[in-house]
């Protein structure tokens, strides 16, 4: 395989012309295989030199995703894997998980926060909805786990803020009660807290 032409095309983009085929490659790729015309390469560093240009496109698109907000390995890696093949997107994710940019602990911990204390989900919903985002399930029961004491404070504050006008009678509780079930809390946790504002 013969390179015919190397030509700039947009932006860091360069046009190589290889046995009348143009490839469309990023110009640090043409650069580290120093392709220029009149360079004769083999069908293996042929195929080595897309895998470069394939790595370098799924790394910028995983920078950008994780500019966008924080990805867990598994979330990055089902992302990523829509477009490149799962051996780029494992050296990818790997390459990022290295650099410190894909850290699950960290990013499981802003999840919990996020969840319960923001968004006032109960610690099953909680749980959930960070496994959903690629979290393992034990590291997410961990970090809401750390918020285990707090639950029916927030709890309370929930009921106080949203639902305490429907506790008029046995069905406006039973609908409390349905709906708090959904936000992932638990019937102790639910009974309790209701008692109280029913006392109150």
């Known amino acids: 395989m013969t390179v015919q032409s190397v030509a700039p095309y947009k932006g860091n983009t360069v046009e190589v012309c290889i046995d009348g085929s143009p490839v469309y490659l990023h110009k640090d790729i043409v650069f580290d295989f ?37 990805h867990s390995y598994r979330e990055l890696f089902e992302k990523l894997s829509k477009n ?48 959903l985002k690629g979290i393992e399930k034990s590291l997410a029961q961990e970090m809401v786990c750390v918020y285990s004491d707090q639950t029916r404070d927030i709890l309370y504050d929930l009921v106080c803020a949203k639902y305490s006008r429907y506790l008029t009678d046995d069905s406006g509780i039973k609908k409390v009660k349905n709906a708090l079930c ?16 029913l006392d109150e």
């Open 34 to 70: 120093g392709l220029k015309a009149g360079y004769e390469i083999t069908d293996e560093k042929y195929n080595e030199i897309i895998c470069a240009a394939l790595k370098k496109k799924a790394m910028e698109r995983g920078l950008y995703l994780l500019d966008y907000r924080d």
């Open 84 to 131: 490149y093949p799962d051996d780029v997107c494992f050296y990818v994710a790997d390459r990022l998980t290295e650099l410190g940019m894909i850290n699950d602990r960290r990013y499981a911990q802003n999840l919990a926060a996020k969840f319960i204390k923001v968004k006032k989900y109960g610690p099953f919903r909680a749980v959930r909805e960070m496994c």
């Open 182 to 197: 959904r936000q992932g809390y638990g019937y102790d946790d639910i009974n309790a807290v209701i008692d109280m504002c």
